[in-house]
């Protein structure tokens, strides 16, 4: 009795010996040094691996840097001190880094506002709305609200309330992930010192809309006229001008003038 019991645990004893003497030799055989320089970048990086550089996580993209086939400034969020460690570790001049970036989704089109034009009950996600006669909003250009952006995210910098997707600003990273998830294409990155954003993305005639969201941009052109070097008209949507030395008191006049309150301007 106490044979069958003793000579299977031997067996798996010796078996398990056996297979852990073969892991050792087959990983010493195959391991793969990494350059000093390789492991000099890996450690500048942040290690959230997001995957905004392209690259499969930290590890790709310190290979890449390393092999030059990538460029120092390529981590998405790492900034600019995260690209003067690496030029540093690479011995070239830094990039810089570019200024810090946030998303905006460019609609305001709430469960109140927004018109749907039928109720959907299915997968919620973007894509698989979209699919279905193009969503269920009225407005061609409106937030669909399933959060496939929200998913996407890597930081939960952003969250659908209301039926839109709202993006937290002091979370976001810039890395993309929702820029390229979002169907509707309304999820766009800008300057994080950018103070006016048009939440609209609706190129409609103002009465189709206003018809469609009560939020909408209706191209009236007040932004414009009221402050013409933040603000201009493209194909009867407003659109901000990108710079950093506009008049803050200018900027929440023309956001105030705004019939459909479709302007926000951050401090």
Same mark, same amino acid.
């Given at each position: ?64 840097i390393a092999k030059g086939e990538a460029p120092v400034n390529a981590c998405a969020i790492g900034g600019k001190s995260t690209t003067d460690a690496i030029a ?18 460019? =609609? ?6 927004? !018109? /749907?034009?039928? @109720?959907?009950?299915?997968? $919620?996600? +973007?894509? *698989?709305q979209i699919a279905l006669f193009g969503g269920k909003k009225a407005c061609n250009y409106g937030c669909l609200g399933c959060g496939s952006c929200e998913k996407? =995210? ?6 659908? !309330? /209301?039926?839109? @997707?709202?993006?937290?600003? $002091?979370? +976001?990273? *810039? ?31 103002? !009465? /189709? ?53 479709c302007i926000e301007v951050f401090e």
């Amino acid at each position: 009795m106490i044979e069958t019991v003793i000579i299977p645990i031997a067996v798996l004893a010796i078996l398990g010996f056996v297979f852990a003497v073969a892991l050792g030799f087959v990983s010493e055989k195959f391991h793969v040094e990494k350059s000093v320089k390789e492991q000099q970048v890996r450690n500048c990086l942040p290690g959230a691996n997001c995957g905004a550089c392209g690259f499969p996580g930290c590890d790709g993209l310190a290979a890449a840097i390393a092999k030059g086939e990538a460029p120092v400034n390529a981590c998405a969020i790492g900034g600019k001190s995260t690209t003067d460690a690496i030029a540093a570790v690479m011995g070239v001049e830094s990039a810089g880094g570019s200024d810090r970036k946030v998303a905006i989704v460019k =609609c305001d089109g709430t469960c109140d506002a927004a !018109k /749907d034009l039928y @109720a959907y009950s299915g997968l $919620e996600d +973007c894509r *698989a709305q979209i699919a279905l006669f193009g969503g269920k909003k009225a407005c061609n250009y409106g937030c669909l609200g399933c959060g496939s952006c929200e998913k996407a =995210c890597p930081f939960d910098a952003i969250h659908v !309330k /209301d039926g839109v @997707a709202l993006v937290d600003r $002091e979370k +976001c990273v *810039a890395c993309g992930k929702c820029v390229t998830t979002c169907p509707k294409n309304i999820i766009t990155l800008v300057p994080f010192s950018q103070k006016q954003v048009v939440i609209c993305s609706s190129h409609d005639k103002g !009465k /189709d809309a206003r018809t469609n969201c009560g939020n909408s941009c209706i191209g009236c052109s007040i932004c414009a006229k009221t402050y013409p070097e933040a603000f201009a008209m493209d194909n009867f949507l407003s659109v901000e001008q990108i710079g950093n030395e506009f008049d803050h008191d200018l900027l929440k006049q023309a956001a105030e003038k705004c019939p459909n309150k479709c302007i926000e301007v951050f401090e």
